[in-house]
């Protein structure tokens, strides 16, 4: 009985983080690029989010398994004896992890508010840069 109690209270914990992370993942790109506030921004991930909820929480859980196997790594390294080489394995990796990590979410974001170059035809950023005004 404790053991069913335990999973299903762990179940209550994570899938609602999980599902929470996964809506509110464009919360930045609202803020920081269309230049919302706090609500606005969090109803405008909310809003970019919905429909697509199950694949955005599959990219939040495989980010996560990821950067627990890095930790992980870095851990037994660090109790091997060499905690500069586990420090090196876990900032280095974390570091490539997270450039990775957003440059796909910014690519969803574009895709979901279509914002890409191919959507809204607008191709500023391969014009050179003398022709900007």
């Not at 914990?13 to 919302?36: H, K, Q, T």
């Not at 599959?58 to 660090?78: E, K, N, R, Y």
């Not at 974390?94 to 191919?118: D, H, K, P």
């Amino acid at each position: 009985f404790i053991a069913l109690t335990i999973m299903i209270g762990t179940i209550f914990v994570f899938v609602p983080g999980i599902f929470f992370a996964a809506s509110f993942l464009f919360f930045m790109f609202a803020v920081g690029v269309e230049d919302r506030g706090l609500v606005a921004g969090l109803k405008r991930s909310w809003g970019l989010s919905q429909g697509n909820r199950v694949k955005l929480s599959i990219f939040v859980v495989l980010a996560g398994i990821f950067g627990f196997m890095i930790s992980t790594l870095a851990t037994v390294v660090d109790i091997a004896g060499s905690p500069v080489v586990g420090d090196l394995i876990l900032n280095g990796t974390m570091s490539i992890l997270f450039i990775v990590l957003y440059g796909c979410i910014a690519a969803a974001y574009q895709q979901l508010a279509g914002t890409g170059s191919r959507e809204s035809g607008n191709n500023e950023a391969t014009e050179p840069l003398g022709s900007i005004s």
